[in-house]
C-alpha cells in the first residue's frame, strides 16, 4: 500500500461478491489493523467466536442487541445506527434482534500479532 487509501462504502457494500457465506468482507489489512464489513441478514444468526484481536464495530445501518460476556456477567447492550462499539479481545459477544438486519464496519487491532 502507498500510505494512503479510500474506501467508498457505497462501491464496498454494492460488491455482494466481495462477501464470504458469514457476511464479511474485509477490505483492509495492514501491519497494525484488518477492517471489514459485517452485514447480518434480517432473521440471520450472529455465528462469530470471540476474536484474539481487540475490535471496534461502527454500526452502519439496522439495530438490535449486543450481547457480551464480560467477566461473570453477561450484558446486553442496544445498538442502532451511529453506534460504536469496542470489545475487548476474546471477550465472547454476539448480535441478536436485528430483525430488520445489520450492517457494520469493523477494525481489528492487530497489537497482539505485531507486538505492540
Same mark, same amino acid.
Request: hydrophobic share 35%.
Given at each position: 500500500?502507498?500510505?494512503?487509501?479510500?474506501?467508498?462504502?457505497?462501491?464496498?457494500?454494492?460488491?455482494?461478491?466481495?462477501?464470504?457465506?458469514?457476511?464479511?468482507?474485509?477490505?483492509?489489512?495492514?501491519?497494525?489493523?484488518?477492517?471489514?464489513?459485517?452485514?447480518?441478514?434480517?432473521?440471520?444468526?450472529?455465528?462469530?467466536?470471540?476474536?484474539?484481536?481487540?475490535?471496534?464495530?461502527?454500526?452502519?445501518?439496522?439495530? !438490535?442487541?449486543?450481547?457480551?460476556?464480560?467477566?461473570?456477567?453477561?450484558?446486553?447492550?442496544?445498538?442502532?445506527?451511529?453506534?460504536?462499539?469496542?470489545?475487548?479481545?476474546?471477550?465472547?459477544?454476539?448480535?441478536?434482534?436485528?430483525?430488520? !438486519?445489520?450492517?457494520?464496519?469493523?477494525?481489528?487491532?492487530?497489537?497482539?500479532?505485531?507486538?505492540?
Amino acid at each position: 500500500m502507498d500510505g494512503v487509501k479510500v474506501f467508498e462504502l457505497p462501491a464496498l457494500l454494492g460488491n455482494r461478491k466481495a462477501f464470504d457465506d458469514e457476511g464479511w468482507q474485509q477490505f483492509l489489512d495492514c501491519a497494525s489493523l484488518r477492517s471489514g464489513l459485517y452485514v447480518l441478514p434480517p432473521g440471520g444468526e450472529d455465528k462469530q467466536s470471540p476474536h484474539r484481536q481487540d475490535e471496534v464495530y461502527y454500526v452502519l445501518r439496522g439495530e !438490535g442487541q449486543l450481547v457480551c460476556e464480560c467477566g461473570e456477567n453477561e450484558k446486553t447492550l442496544p445498538v442502532r445506527e451511529g453506534s460504536v462499539v469496542f470489545v475487548e479481545r476474546n471477550t465472547p459477544h454476539r448480535f441478536e434482534d436485528f430483525s430488520q !438486519g445489520l450492517t457494520l464496519l469493523v477494525f481489528f487491532s492487530k497489537s497482539e500479532e505485531v507486538g505492540l
